[in-house]
């Protein structure tokens, strides 16, 4: 089993900055990938950015520029830089794992971290 502990939420007036931290723990094996997703109230769940083992970064564009995704390998943690807040980027935060297993794929989610930009 895999555990994946969110932090780093919170309130945040329009312009200003958080950032995200997502530890894994428990059987960790093969990272495919790292990376966090968001959901805001009558919206569906979209990906914000991910990073790969081999560093391969993709963002959506809404948060290019602005968000910074990055990971500890060490500490099997992953980041999420966030600047030039606004209302639009108010949601919760899910944080998101990718396991490679030899004939499948294992996929986790944190349990999310709301982050409200309001001024």
């Known amino acids: 089993q895999v555990q994946l502990v969110e932090s780093g939420g919170g309130l945040v007036q329009p312009g200003g900055s958080l950032r995200l931290s997502c530890a894994a723990s428990?059987?960790?094996?093969?990272?495919?990938?790292m990376g966090w997703y968001r959901q805001a109230p009558g919206k569906e769940r979209e990906l914000v950015a991910t990073?790969?083992?081999?560093?391969?970064?993709n963002y959506t564009d809404s948060v290019k520029g602005r968000f910074t995704i990055s990971r500890d390998n060490a500490k099997n943690t992953v980041y999420l830089q966030m600047n030039s807040l606004n209302a639009e980027d108010t949601a919760v935060y899910y944080c998101?794992?990718?396991?490679?297993?030899?004939?499948?794929?294992?996929?986790?989610w944190g349990q999310g971290t709301q982050v409200t930009v309001s001024s």
């Open positions: 428990g059987s960790i094996f093969n990272i495919n990938a």
């Open positions: 998101n794992i990718v396991l490679t297993g030899r004939t499948a794929q294992y996929q986790y």
């Open positions: 990073i790969t083992s081999g560093g391969t970064i």
